[in-house]
């Protein structure tokens, strides 16, 4: 394989360079969540890719480090919501439903759980996740627990050698403080949710709905 931005080719000299492109990152940030939580399901994911498909994938990868994404399911106990202000109907103190916070990127249809974006240097998954939560949003959280991490595997589907390794981590957490302020370079909007939206994206639709499907 070589750094070629148009695709990887396959060399005997450099194969065992870049067999495993970011496994080793993959490896460790696993490692550092079962350090800090009780339980961290991980489910692993195989992709065999047309050979444009993986050379896309690897130059994503190879160029910039990327290793995958940390998403925040931040939960808000709806009991714990302050006393009403003058301007809103007395009949609105009887909702004390939880909510969820979700957000609608720009240029989205789709509501997502917020967070992801690259860490910074020593940073932990779980850091960077709380960070660009609150960069986001302005919502501080504090996280309790990992839902899943979602180990993917991809191949090209030829003789070439090499695999991509990407780690997508869904974080669980509970509101600390704060309250909506969007980041509009990044986000259309942000909003509590007591109810699912018409349109979630597939990573926060099943977790969304479990949620608040007794509500």
């Not at 490692?31 to 009780?38: N, R, T």
């Not at 595997?153 to 909506?180: C, M």
């Not at 994206?201 to 608040?212: K, M, N, Q, S």
Request: hydrophobic share 35%; glycine share 10%.
């Amino acid at each position: 394989m070589t750094d070629d931005a148009d695709g990887p080719e396959t060399g005997a000299g450099d194969a065992n360079l870049t067999e495993k492109i970011n496994q080793t990152n993959v490896d460790e940030r696993i490692s550092s969540l079962e350090a800090a939580y009780d339980e961290v399901p991980v489910t692993e994911e195989t992709f065999e890719l047309s050979p444009d498909e993986y050379a896309d994938v690897f130059a994503a990868t190879r160029g910039t480090g990327y290793s995958g994404n940390s998403v925040v399911f931040v939960t808000r106990d709806g009991s714990e919501f302050p006393e009403l202000s003058d301007q809103i109907p007395e009949q609105a103190a009887g909702d004390t439903r939880d909510r969820v916070l979700l957000v609608l990127g720009r240029g989205a249809d789709m509501w997502a759980l917020p967070g992801g974006g690259k860490g910074d240097e020593y940073e932990s998954v779980q850091g960077t996740a709380v960070r660009r939560v609150n960069e986001q949003t302005g919502i501080r959280c504090t996280v309790t627990g990992v839902a899943e991490v979602v180990h993917s595997k991809y191949y090209p589907d030829t003789d070439a050698q090499g695999s991509v390794h990407t780690l997508d981590i869904f974080l669980e957490a509970e509101y600390k403080k704060g309250s909506l302020d969007v980041d509009e370079s990044e986000l259309v909007g942000a909003a509590w949710f007591a109810e699912p939206p018409e349109r979630l994206t597939p990573g926060a639709e099943d977790r969304v709905a479990a949620f608040l499907g007794d509500e």
